[in-house]
């Protein structure tokens, strides 16, 4: 059963994500939220698996919250899927740097939200749509020049290359059938990467990968 907290403002957004996730066999509303705060002490009351964190909110926002959940090693488990209004958000990008594991326009369909609060369960594949790709591509463009990170010379030579995959949005079957491995395989280097590098999800892993030069925006079409 997936745990899920949902946060946001207003009261019938809540109402109606709650009825669409407990329609579902495998899910379970556990809390609501309606400010960053209090997801913040329903994280720790509840300690569900997935939260759906509105960006924008009175007092603390979901930006701060996310960072304040990210950094906390008690909720390490507790992945946070932001809800933005807009495709281009400019808030994004900082929520991904600030520890979220990926985000959602609210405008979804029902089966988008469902997908992406199992993928986002797992810790897999939260990159994939390809409209989160350019959103990490436009805004880590704007990122300052790219600064060296040591956490990189620990990584082999086959697992830069699927970092820079992983860092591209590919899946784990797409990262296997473009090196020509098996599925299991390219799983346990992703895996690896993120253990060597601390990151807490493959969104950590795509930031750094922007941020320390080792890949561009656009880089895989080039």
Not at 192 to 217: H, N, T, W
Request: aromatic share 4%; charged share 30%.
């Amino acid at each position: 059963m997936i745990r899920v907290l949902v946060a946001d403002d207003q009261r019938l957004v809540r109402a109606g994500f709650r009825s669409i996730l407990e329609d579902e066999d495998d899910i379970e509303v556990v809390a609501e939220a309606g400010d960053g705060k209090a997801a913040v002490r329903a994280c720790h009351e509840f300690r569900p698996d997935v939260v759906l964190m509105d960006i924008r909110m009175p007092g603390m926002d979901g930006l701060e919250a996310s960072r304040a959940i990210a950094g906390d090693e008690r909720l390490e488990s507790v992945k946070v899927v932001i809800l933005t209004t807009f495709d281009l958000d400019h808030y994004v990008y900082g929520a991904l740097r600030a520890g979220a594991t990926g985000f959602l326009v609210k405008d979804t369909e029902p089966a988008e939200l469902l997908h992406a609060v199992r993928v986002a369960a797992r810790g897999d594949a939260l990159i994939s749509p390809s409209i989160t790709r350019r959103l990490i591509a436009e805004f880590a463009s704007r990122v300052k020049g790219p600064e060296p990170d040591p956490r990189l010379d620990v990584l082999t030579d086959r697992e830069r290359e699927v970092m820079r995959l992983v860092a591209a949005g590919l899946t784990n079957d797409e990262i296997a059938a473009r090196l020509v491995l098996s599925q299991s395989t390219a799983k346990t280097h992703v895996s690896r990467i993120m253990s060597k590098l601390g990151a807490r999800d493959r969104s950590q892993v795509v930031v750094l990968a922007y941020e320390s030069g080792m890949v561009s925006p656009g880089w895989l079409t080039e």
